[in-house]
């Protein structure tokens, strides 16, 4: 049964830092890992989108790697802002119809 | 870009009546998907659909119901509401086939039972 962990579950770190979220999964036989952000009350915003044949995906100040052998992919944060506090979705696509969550990681950015 | 639209951010409902909460999604998607969400628990798969008139129940479709008459809207339908199914409720779409595509949501819709 697939698994998916995200290390740490909270974070504060001051603003202008990088950092990275951690995410794992435990069977390899994925389509697709998916990042979201999502801000207190609201709904999900997707983030970056890596097919299972790929390395990484870059949008902006947004890093995302997966490495499939190992179960694992990171979301870096370069220069962090204020405005990058929310809490931090992964999510695998485990089949045609089924995402498998993370329980998140609630990032704050301190000024 | 795709836009999932749910029709209420806020909603509140008394005990027992029965509460529809729409989404409509504008790009063609065969999947969409109702969730819940909750402090600690996390998302919660209530029910998909992957056609027209096609559903499947996911992890907890006990106290609810869904409608897809049309491809781009996909109701959920709590028929006689209870205060444990306050929450926040997400709608998603995505393609079947395609893993270069991911899920999109919509806002959400925050629904209070009193």
């Known amino acids: 049964k697939q698994e998916v962990t995200q290390i740490p579950a909270a974070l504060s770190v001051p603003e202008g830092e990088n950092l990275v979220l951690n995410c794992s999964f435990t069977?390899?036989?994925?389509?697709?890992l998916q990042w979201f952000r999502q801000d207190p009350g609201k709904g999900l915003t997707s983030l970056l989108l890596i097919q299972s044949s790929q390395r990484e995906q870059t949008s902006g100040r947004l890093n995302a790697s997966l490495d499939k052998s190992s179960g694992r992919s990171t979301l870096y944060i370069a220069a962090s802002q204020p405005g990058d506090s929310a809490t931090y979705l992964c999510?695998?696509?485990?089949?045609?119809?089924?995402?498998?969550w993370g329980a998140g990681t609630k990032l704050i950015i301190k000024p | 870009d795709v836009k999932v639209t749910q029709s209420s951010r806020y909603l509140v409902k008394r005990t027992g009546e029965k509460v529809f909460l729409e989404c409509v999604q504008d790009?063609?998607?065969?999947?969409m998907f109702w969730y819940r969400q909750d402090p600690g628990l996390g998302l919660r798969l209530i029910y998909f659909?992957?056609?027209?008139?096609?559903?499947e129940k996911g992890d907890i479709p006990e106290g609810y119901s869904v409608s897809r008459e049309k491809k781009e809207r996909f109701s959920l339908i709590l028929e006689s509401a209870s205060t444990n199914q306050t929450s926040m409720y997400l709608c998603?779409?995505?393609?079947?086939?395609?893993?270069?595509?991911?899920?999109?949501f919509g806002s959400g819709t925050r629904l209070t039972v009193v």
């Open positions: 999510a695998v696509r485990a089949s045609n119809y089924q995402l498998i």
């Open positions: 790009m063609d998607h065969e999947n």
């Open positions: 659909s992957y056609d027209v008139k096609m559903k």
């Open positions: 069977d390899s036989a994925i389509y697709n």
């Open positions: 998603a779409s995505s393609l079947t086939s395609l893993n270069t595509v991911g899920y999109t």
